[in-house]
T-cell receptor
Framework: GAVVSQHPSWVICKSGTSVKIECRSL??????MFWYRQFPKQSLMLMAT?????????EQGVEKDKFLINHASLTLSTLTVTSAHPEDSSFYIC?????????FGPGTRLTVT | AQSVTQLDSQVPVFEEAPVELRCNYS??????LFWYVQYPNQGLQLLLK??????LVKGINGFEAEFNKSQTSFHLRKPSVHISDTAEYFC???????????????FGQGTILTVHP
């Protein structure tokens, strides 16, 4: 199957700083990518839909000014957690693909101290 | 809108025993159905999917699932499990009408399968 990478795989940052997470489709073009958040021992919750060349679409309850998404090319979407707080600590996973199958990145574990 | 319910949060089984992980969904539109597996601190790997056609779907690692439209279920089964099957399993659904539902998945709560020797 197709491959999606994420960088970094693990990041620790101090409260109040910003962190950028990259999601790349390595062998396919993705006009649409999705960002999910997973709390420990919980399911994946869709945060937003990242659209190449246009604004992201955020799910209800997700602060778009806090979770900035940029999809500047057909192979790269970035999620920036701004002014991070400890409650933002989570596992962030992106996906890309098509209507019949989504390919998931390995995830990024964010810890805010 | 769709929702997915995985009826068991944890399923312990012994090695070589059969297992069934249950999944029910609700949706106002026709759906595609998926089962994913997640190993600790990793992303999700697709086990199998139902798009259309035969209701019995075979996937990787010996898993299979049956789509039952009348019961709105998509249970995952394996006739004989291995220690290496220990992981968390997620059932997911997406609307198949395209448009804003394109590729967007709604996940169940997950089922942790633990295979004991």
């Amino acid at each position: 199957g197709a491959v999606v990478s994420q960088h970094p795989s693990w990041v620790i940052c101090k409260s109040g700083t910003s962190v950028k997470i990259e999601c790349r489709s390595l062998d396919f073009q993705a006009t649409t990518m999705f960002w999910y958040r997973q709390f420990p021992k919980q399911s994946l919750m869709l945060m937003a839909t990242s659209n190449e060349g246009s604004k992201a679409t955020y799910e209800q309850g997700v602060e778009k000014d806090k979770f900035l998404i940029n999809h500047a090319s057909l192979t790269l979407s970035t999620l920036t957690v701004t002014s991070a707080h400890p409650e933002d600590s989570s596992f962030y996973i992106c996906s890309g693909g098509g209507h019949y199958e989504q390919y998931f990145g390995p995830g990024t574990r964010l810890t805010v101290t | 809108a769709q929702s997915v319910t995985q009826l068991d949060s944890q399923v312990p089984v012994f090695e070589e025993a059969p297992v069934e992980l249950r999944c029910n969904y609700s949706s106002s539109v026709s759906v595609y159905l998926f089962w994913y597996v997640q190993y600790p601190n990793q992303g999700l790997q697709l086990l199998l999917k139902y798009l259309s056609g035969s209701t019995l779907v075979k996937g990787i690692n010996g898993f299979e699932a049956e789509f039952n439209k009348s019961q709105t279920s998509f249970h995952l089964r394996k006739p004989s499990v291995h220690i290496s099957d220990t992981a968390e399993y997620f059932c997911a659904v997406s609307g198949n009408a395209g448009g804003t539902s394109y590729g967007k998945l709604t996940f169940g709560q997950g089922t942790i399968l633990t295979v004991h020797p």
